[in-house]
């Protein structure tokens, strides 16, 4: 079965620093991965995904995610991070058995970013 | 730019009303989802359906019912709502061209209380 992992359900950065935002997922198959982030009292949009080209999938608002299959993990990064990143963000690996297209999420990690 | 919409966006009804979900999309998709997300934690499918006429039920058991007359609609309904329906429920769909290597495009959710 699926899964996904990610490390740390809160991260705190200051603005201009670094965010990295850890997903190790689970797969008997090689994996379609997904980023998307939840603004307040909003849906999930769509950050990134892999779909097994490039390793290094680069994304919107400066995000971009790096697929490492001998690690199993598809972490997030940003260098400098911006007060409007502030969110949820969540990882998710798409079911590849059977057909139906469901999305299988981890529990989230919200960002803080400090002025 | 996604256009997926959910009505209403919260609501707060006392315990043993029914209740309607609404879900519509204007991109044409045939596939379409309900996850549901309790606060903190991660999105669990529900309910999905291929096309018009087609719905399944997801991994997370719900007492909740949907139907697919139309391909842009998809409500959900509770038919007798308990505080254990307390949740976060969101919609999203995908055209399935790539399969599970295709974006859900997710609508603003709708916050359901159950006093």
């Known amino acids: 079965a699926q899964s996904v992992t990610q490390l740390g359900s809160h991260v705190s950065v200051s603005e201009g620093a670094l965010v990295l935002l850890r997903c190790n997922y689970s797969s008997s198959v090689p994996p379609y991965l997904f980023w998307y982030v939840q603004y307040p009292n909003q849906g999930l949009q769509l950050l990134l995904k892999?779909?097994?080209?490039?390793?290094l999938v680069k994304g919107i608002n400066g995000f971009e995610a790096e697929f490492k299959k001998s690690e199993t993990s598809f972490h997030l990064t940003k260098p400098s991070a911006h007060m409007s990143d502030a969110a949820e963000y969540f990882c998710a690996v798409s079911d590849k058995s059977g057909n139906t297209g469901k999305l299988i999420f981890g529990q989230g990690t919200t960002l803080q970013v400090k002025p | 730019e996604a256009d997926i919409y959910q009505t209403p966006r919260y609501l707060v009804i006392g315990t043993g009303k029914k209740i309607t979900l609404e879900c519509s999309q204007t991109m044409g998709h045939d596939k379409m989802y309900w996850y549901q997300q309790d606060p903190g934690m991660e999105l669990h499918l529900i309910h999905y359906s291929y096309g018009v006429n087609s719905t399944e039920k997801g991994d997370l058991s719900s007492e909740s019912t949907v139907s697919r007359i139309r391909t842009e609609h998809f409500p959900l309904t509770l038919e007798s709502a308990r505080p254990s329906h307390t949740s976060q429920y969101l919609c999203?769909?995908?055209?399935?061209?790539?399969?599970?290597?295709?974006?859900?495009?997710f609508g603003p959710g709708t916050r359901l209380t159950v006093l």
């Open positions: 892999y779909t097994s080209a490039a390793t």
């Open positions: 999203a769909s995908s055209d399935w061209d790539r399969g599970p290597a295709d974006t859900q495009y």
